[in-house]
């Protein structure tokens, strides 16, 4: 390898290095009380005992939610109904009604003899897919209902032969849940679990998920966890993919079904409470984003991906505030304070550092694990000067301004006619004597309170436009006359002002002026004419318009009929001159075959040319395509066969 091309494979390995240390080690959401009021909203429907699988979502879901069941009573007459005495019952169905009896805890007895005769029979059945053999097992766990060490080698060989056939990641996470159930013979499994993880999908960087959604990643996640507390061992994952993992989960909180619910709230639980490896959050809690003096405090919030505290509170440092679209760190390495009332609040204040306007990245870390969160930093808005006044359209000479302070209104009237403009002038500045400029000044004129104007609810707003450091407006009061009807009166001029990063936007009443606009034109509306179109009223706008037809080109100028004649004259003598040639040398018109074929040949060819004529005179293209794609048929097949005719004469001579 050369030399030179060591830099390059120097310069890759450093970025991947930069790419990897940029990659958070915990989640920037959880679980929050609202969200989780949502989804028991959605497992509600369960509650009405129409379907046995909606009943075991809804019971499952209040578990999980660690809330009180509604209505144990009639939910377990409902889950003992609909397995009867136990036999010609699916085993979805086992599983489901053994699930809500086990969850409950104080239904009556269910018929286990019969129950578990089923199950048993699906277990050492060689043909039993996974799916029933994961139900089947797990209503047995529900019934804690122990196999026989020969029925669980058998299972064994049965899910190891069904995985050498199809060991898809769903059949993979049944898998692990019925190890889990088994016990230590559950530990061939437990090899499986790499992979599984390697067929995840990696999503910017950020979300792990397996085909088939969120179901399929909430199967695979239960049954590794389950299956390695079963075995007392660390499942092979890193504490990247776990945060990925839960990452995805928490994108999916707007689920709309039962079911989703369910494998949500499973997963969640599962990730939060395991003794290996739990994710944590670390997020901006909620008024946190915006600082500015009135309210310095940088809140955050570190908790659990269900919005608990944390076992052990650990010490929440920023070790790095860095200013959006700079490199200079403003602030580097200070502690957050714990809250006394929430032990999952932590507030930094930033105002001390005397930070600029602008969005900052604060680098936080809590224990070992470290997550980037964006604050703004907001400052207040003050006029450091406005004028306002009148000037002349044309700019022949400099327009008369008045000295407005904030917040007060001009007491004179501003009087401005067609041959004038309203003139402002205005500069902002922050709390540090900065000049600053916003996203949004506009200066708005609507009608006066006291003014004779018919159309009170009527505004016109236009944008300031900037001009280095100095806001200006300038409304040339004739042609915009149409934007206001041409009602001549007093109308208020606000200004308005606003931005992401202010903490004081405001509306400003500055004066009142009054405009006197020229009359509008009177014209015949009936008349489409675009000379009227500048001048047309607002209230014609809604008028019907002359239907648009599409007009064809015109055909060119034909020549004189003497030129055509004569063009037309020219073309045909050649065909004179074969008759005269004819007539001179002499034609053998012996020699014709009187046949069908020769007649046909000759009328066709004939044709031809006719059509040809025609074609000049009066058909298009398409049609004549048409009628020459039959005779040339006709007048092929008829030649063919003349030549036919003609070569076998000549042979018999």
Known sequence: MKASVWPFIAVIASLHVIAATKVETSTSSYLSKAELTRLKKVLEPGLQLKDISEVYHAVLGYSLAKETIPNVEGICKFALSSVGDGTNVAVETIFYATSVWQTTGKCQPLPVPAITKVLTKIVEKDTSTIPELYYAVGALKHLSHKLPEATITKLVKTLQSALKKDDSVSNL??????????????????????????????????????????????????????????????????????????NYLLSRVSVQTPKGVISLLSALTTLATNEFEKPTCITLAEGGMSISVQQPLVKVKVCDILGNPLEKVPTVTAKSVTKLKGEAVAVNKKKFEPSQEDKTLFTLDLMDAKLSRGFYQISISAGLVSNTVTVKVLSEAVIDYLEIGIGDADQTTQPKLIKVKYPNKLEEKIEADSQQKLVMRFALKDSTKKTIRTHQAFVKLSPAADSTITNKDHEIIFVAETSLEVYKFDMPVGPTAGNFGHESGDYNVELIVGDALLSNSFQWRVAVVTLKFPEAPTFDVSVPSDKFAPFQHKNNMYTPKPEIKHMFREPEKRPPAFVSNLFTGLCLAPVLLLFILWAKLGVNISNFPLSLSAVVFHLGLGSIFVLFGVFWLKLNMFVTLRYLMGLGVVTFLAGNKLLSHIARTRKGR
């Open 173 to 246: 996470g049944y898998t692990f849940h019925i190890a889990a159930d088994l016990g230590s013979p559950g530990a061939f499994a437990f090899e499986r679990i790499e992979d599984a993880i390697v067929q995840a999908d990696e999503v910017n960087g950020q979300y792990l998920q397996f085909e088939g959604g969120l179901s399929v990643t909430s199967l695979v996640v239960n049954g590794v966890f389950k299956l390695s507390s079963s075995l007392n061992k660390k499942p092979p994952l890193t504490s990247q993919q776990i945060v990925k993992l839960a």
